[in-house]
């Protein structure tokens, strides 16, 4: 055996110093500990050894010698004086390609059987700085999710971020899973955060099914778990879509619900005394946001971009309430699932008079934001005039652009609705949208684009007559 194989072996054979503190204090969620303050700061992992088993934590406050910690599960079986072990390095996760149609926890260990590569490349970090705002690239061409309504009215670019606001029971599930099979990505990362136990398998089976799955890595943390765990899955999600990003990549991040992960933290929050402000929420929870939600994005120079989509679950359909309206600040669009619609039947249930893509008009061409243009105000002006019209307090004939409007969303409304399994080219719903819009008597939005092409080929004509 070599010097080099000796010490190598060495080395792994080595066990590193134990750093033991003790239980003082147990109180709700919080495990104060004592004799650990010199060398653990926040953040650090913690193993608290009980009568019963093994609970690990973190360390989320500091009050003199003492460390708040809160648990990655529950402190029963915890009695005071139990020791507490300080572990080392323990705030990384390993992915790999191997990775790919698995689904694991919020610590990034496996709930489904699959083959892990022997040795880890690269080693990702939970908790990293987003890149700084004159490292990353510019926002990629546009990205065809074959969902009609969100092609031509907010359409999706490579590094975007959007929100997704909606209610519960909206379709808000479904339409994250028709995103992950039907978009043009190579992987997709989604994140369940505090998800129904029953519908963890629903999703992926039945919603995101084997074609989803087979690009997907997916994370899950169920509802019962603890709110450090239900934190730790959103950090867990975007540190795995970093590394495939890192690897050239382009990913698709899905995370259901970032409102499920600021309620974790506001638990958290107010475990280690953090005063409550807006909802109940404390500070940090308006702080640790837009640090996760930065670090989607377009990625460096060689690396890929992550898209993301972050779905909100307004409270009571109020679109105004704290996290929606913080979310909303920090993403790059949103898209709105009004319950009216979806009672109407029509999914998506995307209500586009409320939803925008901050990527408008830059990522359409000339033609399709015209017919773009064209088809919202209609359908603006139908809004506008929907209840008279529904009372029938609305003559045929009074008002020609009202009439048009009519026409056109009763056409519209129907093609805009698309089942979980269906699948639209972006070019053939502008191309429908057009012709629905001339159908309707719409003044005809290219007939500047049709005539300016006309006079190009005179012009160009001209001197080939001459000759």
Not at 23 to 30: D, H
Not at 151 to 158: A, E, K
Not at 377 to 400: F, T, V
């Amino acid at each position: 055996m070599s010097t080099f194989s000796k010490m190598q072996k060495a080395i792994y054979s080595s066990s590193s110093t134990r750093i033991i503190g003790a239980t003082k204090a147990i109180v709700g969620l919080t495990l104060t500990v004592r004799g650990l303050e010199a060398v653990a700061g926040i953040g650090s992992r913690c193993r608290v050894f009980g009568r019963t088993g093994v609970v690990d934590g973190e360390v989320v406050g500091a009050d003199g010698s003492d460390l708040c910690v809160l648990p990655f599960g529950t402190w029963e079986g915890i009695a005071v004086g139990d020791p507490v072990e300080l572990i080392e390095m323990d705030d990384m996760i390993y992915p790999d390609d191997s990775w790919i149609g698995s689904v694991v926890d919020a610590l990034g260990r496996p709930l489904s059987k699959y083959a892990r590569a022997r040795r880890p490349r690269r080693k990702s970090s939970f908790k990293v700085q987003p890149p700084g705002a004159f490292e990353r690239k510019k926002v990629g061409e546009k990205l065809e999710t074959q969902i009609k309504c969100i092609d031509v009215f907010t359409p999706i670019c490579r590094g975007q971020r959007m929100g997704v606001f909606a209610g519960s029971g909206v379709g808000k599930s479904t339409m994250m899973a028709m995103l992950a099979r039907n978009t043009d990505a190579d992987v997709i990362v989604i994140g369940l955060i505090g998800e129904r136990g029953r519908e963890v398998q629903q999703f992926i089976h039945e919603d995101l099914g084997p074609e989803g799955m087979a690009r997907a890595v997916v994370v899950v943390s169920t509802g019962d778990e603890a709110p450090l765990l239900r934190k730790q899955a959103a950090l867990t999600t975007t540190a795995i879509a970093e590394y495939f990003k890192s690897t050239g990549k382009q990913v698709l991040l899905l995370l259901d619900s970032v409102t499920r992960f600021a309620m974790a933290q506001r638990e958290i929050g107010l475990a280690r005394g953090e005063p409550p402000t807006l909802r109940g929420y404390p500070p940090s929870v308006f702080s640790e946001m837009p640090h996760l939600l930065e670090r989607a994005g377009p990625g460096r120079e060689g690396e890929g971009d992550i898209t993301a989509l972050y779905t909100v679950l307004v409270d009571g359909d109020d679109m105004n309430e704290p996290i929606a309206d913080a979310v909303r600040g920090i993403v790059d669009g949103h898209l709105v699932l009004d319950r009216r619609i979806a009672e109407q039947g029509r999914f998506p249930a995307v209500d586009l008079q409320k939803s925008l893509s901050r990527m408008l008009p830059g990522c359409h061409s000339p033609e399709e934001f015209e017919i773009t243009k064209a088809a919202g105000k209609a359908l603006a002006r139908y809004a506008d005039m929907e209840d008279l019209i529904r009372l029938g307090a609305y003559k045929a004939g009074s008002d020609p652009a009202t009439d048009e409007a009519i026409r056109f969303f009763s056409a519209a409304s129907p093609y805009l609705s698309q089942s979980r399994g269906d699948r639209m080219p972006a070019s053939e719903s502008f191309a429908d949208m057009y012709r629905m819009i001339l159908e309707s008597g719409i003044e005809d939005p290219l007939r500047a684009f049709f005539e300016q092409a006309d006079r190009q080929k005179q012009d160009a004509a001209e001197p080939g007559a001459a000759a």
